[in-house]
């Protein structure tokens, strides 16, 4: 088996995706191609972090008794060693793989099994452009789309956006996630509600709860 640079791994409570509230064994890949104003995960840009043997990988998460593993960064895709990692973890008997990824770089490289939750930079992300249009016919049934919006301007973005590509119809939907510090949950809350729109509210429960 190869390698992956790695930035952490750790276990805490899976705060976003419709798998939140759920034990997750988080695997950060370092190394990101966004620079997003809102970044959470500083730690995850830079890559030649630490060289981490696959085969340990899977071990530590076999380990771990969560039900989830989670494959993140910075941006998981960039890594030779990705696809490789991702097909051993789905090899875990019991186990849900999830890939985040930030939606820029094809996501046909993410094994069959993985359930993706796939990011759409909105323009307050300062990487509103970076978005590959491709990846909404890659979707499969089971992958999720994920918007993390600054104001009103991006939520009515977000909303021209998955009215335009007709995206109401993945299994597990839409997520509109505001950002800590900028948006008000409740005034989300409060427009999605008036525009009657078929997305979920989405919070960082982790954050919630004190969690990493």
């Given amino acids: 088996m190869g390698t992956v640079d790695i930035a952490e791994r750790f276990v805490s409570i899976q705060g976003e995706s419709s798998y939140a509230g759920l034990g997750c064994f988080f695997i950060r890949l370092a190394g990101c ?9 500083p730690g995850g ?13 899977l071990e530590e998460a076999r380990k771990s008794r969560m039900p989830l593993i989670e494959v993140t960064g910075g941006e998981p895709l960039l890594q030779e ?7 051993e973890l789905l ?3 019991g186990k849900t ?23 759409v930079k909105c323009p307050g992300s300062g990487e509103g452009n970076s978005f590959d249009l491709m990846n909404l016919k890659r979707l499969r049934p089971r992958d999720e789309l994920k918007f993390v ?4 301007g991006d939520y009515e973005w977000a909303r021209a956006f998955v009215q335009e590509h007709g995206l109401f119809n993945l299994e597990n939907g839409i997520h509109f996630s505001p ?3 900028e948006l ?6 409060a427009w999605i509600l008036e525009d009657g729109l078929p997305v979920r509210l989405q919070l960082q429960l982790h954050k919630l709860v004190g969690m990493a």
Avoid: M
């Fill in 33 to 41: 191609n966004l620079r997003c104003t809102y970044c959470d995960t």
């Fill in 45 to 57: 840009l830079c890559a030649g972090q630490q060289q981490v043997d696959i085969a340990s990988i």
């Fill in 81 to 87: 060693s990705f696809p490789e990692l991702v097909g």
């Fill in 91 to 93: 090899s875990l008997v």
């Fill in 97 to 119: 793989v999830l890939v985040e990824t930030n939606g820029s770089l094809d996501t046909s490289v993410i094994p069959e099994g993985a359930v993706a939750i796939v990011d």
């Fill in 149 to 152: 919006l600054s104001g009103r």
């Fill in 179 to 181: 950002v800590s510090g």
């Fill in 184 to 189: 008000d949950a409740a005034q989300l809350g």
